[in-house]
T-cell receptor, first 114, second 113 residues
Framework: DAGVIQSPRHEVTEMGQEVTLRCKPI?????LFWYRQTMMRGLELLIY????????DSGMPEDRFSAKMPNASFSTLKIQPSEPRDSAVYFC????????????FGPGTRLLVL | GENVEQHPSTLSVQEGDSAVIKCTYS??????FPWYKQELGKRPQLIID?????GEKKDQRIAVTLNKTAKHFSLHITETQPEDSAVYFC????????????FGAGTRLAVHP
């Protein structure tokens, strides 16, 4: 069974450009989480979905960030326009919401905004 | 808001020694406490977890203890090896039934040969 899949693995872009990160959760998982990891702020939860519905987006830093989950097997995190301070590793994780279940992380997207 | 505090932030031990990492949480409804290990450039991976109905759980050289009254839990690694060197994160679930986790800030463990 494939784990969580993220693309791209690395992204280098210039300030002001739009960035789209993609995630495919583990098949059968119905909760999906987007995290951002930096040295300064650690692992931050940005937003999470349950059954494709956004439940809590209080971690989204500002309006430049948006996330969608059009179906159970795909989610996107978009930054528009990007800024250098958005440089980080972005992880997607998925789990079942049937109880106390483990979150499984994808390999992450390393984003560098110049 | 709800938070998880993790100590120490860095830990250096000699190979073969034990390492202990401690976390405290604030949400009394938390009932699931996983520990993740993250090697440099890799994703966080679950190494052990404990649920609120258990006080202790062990898996080979790794053990976790939970004190719900005091709201703290700890990771114990015995007979440390250089490959144990990594950043370790504790986490606690939040109420609401959606498995939202609050992560600690991480502990960078270095095991010296």
């Amino acid at each position: 069974d494939a784990g969580v899949i993220q693309s791209p693995r690395h992204e280098v872009t210039e300030m002001g450009q739009e960035v789209t990160l993609r995630c495919k959760p583990i098949s059968g998982h119905n909760s999906l989480f987007w995290y951002r990891q930096t040295m300064m702020r650690g692992l931050e939860l940005l937003i999470y979905f349950n059954n494709n519905v956004p439940i809590d987006d209080s971690g989204m830093p500002e309006d430049r960030f948006s996330a969608k989950m059009p179906n159970a097997s795909f989610s996107t995190l978009k930054i528009q326009p990007s800024e250098p301070r958005d440089s980080a590793v972005y992880f997607c994780a998925s789990t079942h919401t049937t109880g106390q279940e483990t979150q499984y992380f994808g390999p992450g997207t390393r984003l560098l905004v110049l | 808001g709800e938070n998880v505090e993790q100590h120490p932030s860095t830990l250096s031990v000699q190979e073969g020694d034990s390492a202990v990492i401690k976390c405290t949480y604030s949400d009394s409804a938390s009932n699931y406490f996983p520990w993740y290990k993250q090697e440099l450039g890799k994703r966080p991976q679950l190494i052990i977890d404990i649920r609120s109905n258990v006080g202790e759980k062990k898996d080979q050289r790794i053990a976790v203890t939970l004190n719900k009254t005091a709201k703290h839990f700890s990771l114990h690694i015995t007979e440390t090896q250089p490959e144990d060197s990594a950043v370790y994160f504790c986490a606690a679930s939040m109420g609401g039934g959606y498995n939202k986790l609050i992560f600690g800030a991480g502990t960078r463990l270095a095991v010296h040969p």
